[in-house]
């Protein structure tokens, strides 16, 4: 079967950098994805990989392993807006994504 | 910019009703979906289209019917509705599956259904 695996819950401090991970098992592989989801709003887009390596996009970066089934999200000099849920999703071999439970973010002061 | 659009934000159902959810996107995507959310869950896709007048079922179609008659909306309808139901539904729009993919999503739809 296709399974995404992130970790439910993670605190972090603000100013501090927080590594989020996602390992997969999927039919195929055409991307993962990260989003952004604040309670009670749309999920909405992160990030892209699908190379080897890593993406950076300001305080946001993805990181990806197609050989380990693995990502992560790094968030920098975090904010108390960045509390939030982030969901990993794949795109499997009929480019249908296959989404992860989410991870939840607490941001302490 | 509206983007992707759902109504109603909220509704609650008795058992046995029906009711319709409109989703509509003004950025001309080809693509649309409709997912449910349900806690400790992933999102999961219950239908999708790829274009105006097509629709395809998701991972969870059971219960749900669609339909796409034109490009911008898609309508997700519950014949007859049952508690496992209670939902958050989300309505999302693509350009298509061969660009990143980036899914533009609504704002949601809370369903009770008693």
């Known amino acids: 079967g296709q399974n995404i695996d992130q970790p439910t819950e993670m605190t972090a401090t603000e100013g501090a950098i927080v590594q989020i991970n996602c390992t997969y098992q999927?039919?195929?592989?055409?991307?993962l994805f990260w989003y952004q989801q604040h309670a009670g709003e749309a999920p909405t887009f992160l990030s892209y990989n699908v190379l080897d390596g890593l993406e950076e996009k300001g305080r946001f970066s993805s990181f990806l392993s197609r050989s380990k089934g693995y990502s992560y999200l790094l968030l920098k000099e975090l904010q108390m807006k960045d509390s939030a849920s982030y969901l990993c999703a794949v795109r499997d071999s009929n480019y249908q994504l296959i989404w992860g439970a989410g991870t939840k973010l607490i941001i302490k002061p | 910019n509206a983007g992707v659009t759902q109504t109603p934000k909220f509704r609650v159902l008795k058992t046995g009703q029906s009711m319709t959810l409109l989703c509509a996107q003004d950025m001309n995507h080809e693509y649309m979906y409709w997912y449910r959310q349900d806690p400790g869950m992933g999102l999961r896709l219950i239908h999708y289209s790829v274009g105006e007048g097509t629709t395809a079922k998701g991972e969870v179609p059971d219960g749900y019917n669609v339909s796409r008659l034109k490009k911008q909306n898609f309508l997700l309808g519950l014949e007859s509705a049952a508690p496992s139901q209670t939902s958050v539904y989300f309505c999302?729009?693509?350009?298509?599956?061969?660009?990143?993919?980036?899914?533009?999503f609504g704002e949601g739809s809370r369903l009770t259904v008693l």
């Open positions: 999927t039919s195929g592989f055409n991307g």
């Open positions: 999302a729009s693509s350009p298509g599956q061969w660009d990143t993919g980036e899914l533009f």
